[in-house]
């Protein structure tokens, strides 16, 4: 069963910065691609960023190109992803996600987090 937990979400003025985290079992970590997707109230689940089992490649949405940096520590079974220059269009219930490789489309991953609320404030 892969389990994974996200951590880190909170309140933030604009221009500001968290750090999400999200620590998966030991089984799944290693080995699969893994993603952030982000879900604001009445709105579809929409993809942030991913990353490959390696960390090599990283792949975001445009709207965070060059805001946010997507790493992973597979010695400690954690993806990060690091969120700056924060805007209040950014604040949703960020979902962390693995599957067997990259997509952009939430359906394309089969374990998913409990989320964590990120709220921006103008």
């Known amino acids: 069963q892969v389990q994974l937990v996200e951590s880190g979400g909170g309140l933030v003025q604009a221009g500001g910065s968290l750090r999400l985290s999200c620590a998966a079992s030991?089984?799944?970590?290693?080995?699969?691609?893994m993603a952030w997707f982000r879900q604001a109230p009445g709105k579809p689940r929409e993809f942030v960023a991913a990353?490959?089992?390696?960390?090599?490649?990283?792949y975001y949405a445009d709207s965070e190109k060059g805001r946010f940096t997507l790493s992973r520590d597979n010695a400690k079974n954690t993806v990060y992803l690091r969120m700056n220059s924060l805007k209040p269009e950014d604040s949703a219930v960020y979902y962390c996600?693995?599957?067997?490789?990259?997509?952009?489309?939430?359906?394309?991953?089969?374990?998913w987090g409990q989320g964590t609320q990120v709220t921006v404030s103008s």
């Open positions: 030991a089984r799944t970590a290693s080995s699969a691609a």
């Open positions: 996600a693995a599957g067997l490789k990259v997509a952009y489309t939430w359906y394309e991953y089969a374990y």
């Open positions: 990353i490959t089992w390696s960390g090599d490649n990283t």
